[in-house]
């Protein structure tokens, strides 16, 4: 049986946690780069598992084969796989933020997996210490560079019940990169996000 | 006499918990606005003697809010309530003329600290 999603007033509670996340997140970006970050409010939806390809394809406008991803999957009460998606455009905008030298793959993969880890470390952590439920991290690694989404994304543990998608886009004073996060997470992961969320909302 | 306080968030739930966690007995009126203008368009009906202002929204963000009030020359005792925790912005809210700036997630002790500190509102 697949989970839930969540209802409205679930998914705004989400929202509204994913938004502190980011906030965080931002604020060690910021500390990376030396530069001040605009935050914009992050977009959040979800989508079946199925099909959660093409519908990622859809979100963000994924065609072409110029995508970089990092995978990054998570574990304990909350438990799943996490993608962190970047066009050309982010990735040569990141490199040129810390002066990096084009055509420098591994300082470019590098600069990827510190980035995802921020993002991705500050936005599910950031969730799950609201919610108050725990959740640990396997480290970082890069799935391609220059590849087509499709690829990006083929490479999973296993199929999961649900999939979170966010959008997240960080306006720097040197120019904007966005990003997009896919959450993947098992049934059980989505119910304890879901008792965490009713908890943070009734604790007001 | 009852104070004119205006809660401006996009967030619904947000804008919800605050409501929630507003100090018991402090004799307010409440207006909400999602967003920056809306949050202006109050400010210009005088609907905001004291503002809680959360700063990553859509059409017009809280850095623009604070801009509008210097600008247009409006009365507000303002305290910024956001999840940006960078220091810059805490310096460049203030430095707009905010009184203080409190942290998400809030609680009820958290804001009736910061609303005592910027001398909106003393308990008992």
């Given at each position: ?12 509670v ?44 859809k ?45 420098d ?10 980035v995802?880890?921020?993002l991705v ?7 799950a ?26 490479k ?7 999939c ?17 996060l ?5 049934e ?11 908890d ?5 | ?10 967030s ?8 929630k ?77 905010a ?26």
């Open positions: 049986m697949k989970a839930e999603p969540l209802n409205v007033e679930e998914n705004e989400l929202q509204e946690v994913i938004n502190i996340g980011m906030g965080q997140a931002g604020a060690s970006l910021a500390k990376l780069f030396d530069v001040f970050v605009n935050l914009s409010v992050p977009r959040v939806s979800w989508v079946n598992d199925a099909d959660f390809i093409d519908q990622v394809e979100l963000v406008e994924g065609h072409g084969s110029s995508w970089a991803g990092v995978r990054q999957a998570f574990y304990n009460q909350l438990e799943g796989e996490a993608f962190a998606i970047y066009g050309a455009a982010g990735c040569q905008q990141l490199a040129g933020l810390i002066g990096y030298v084009d055509g793959n591994g300082a470019e993969e590098e600069l990827l997996l510190d995802t880890n921020i470390g500050a936005c599910l952590v950031g969730v210490k609201q919610i108050g439920k725990k959740l640990d991290f396997v480290a970082p690694t890069l799935v391609g560079m220059g590849k087509p989404i499709s690829d990006l994304l083929y999973r543990d296993r199929e999961w019940d649900q979170l998608l966010i959008e997240v886009n960080f306006c720097l004073e040197e120019g904007d990169f966005s990003c997009h896919v959450t993947l997470m098992s059980a992961s989505i119910e304890q996000l879901r008792s965490g969320l009713i943070f909302m009734e604790s007001y | 006499m009852s104070v004119a306080l205006l809660i401006v968030d996009d619904g739930f947000s804008r919800k918990a605050m409501l966690s507003i100090p018991e007995g402090w004799d307010v009126d409440i207006t909400q606005a999602a967003n920056g203008e809306e949050a202006l368009a109050a400010l210009r009906k005088g609907l905001g003697e004291v503002v809680l202002l959360d700063l990553t929204m859509p059409v017009l963000d809280g850095f623009g809010v604070l801009e509008g009030i210097r600008d247009e020359g409006l009365e507000a005792k303002v305290v910024v309530v956001s999840a940006d925790i960078q220091p810059k912005a805490k310096f460049r809210v203030m430095s707009l003329g009184l203080g700036f409190l942290q998400k997630p809030f609680n009820k002790e958290s804001l009736a600290a910061i609303l005592a500190e910027c001398g909106v509102y003393s308990e008992g």
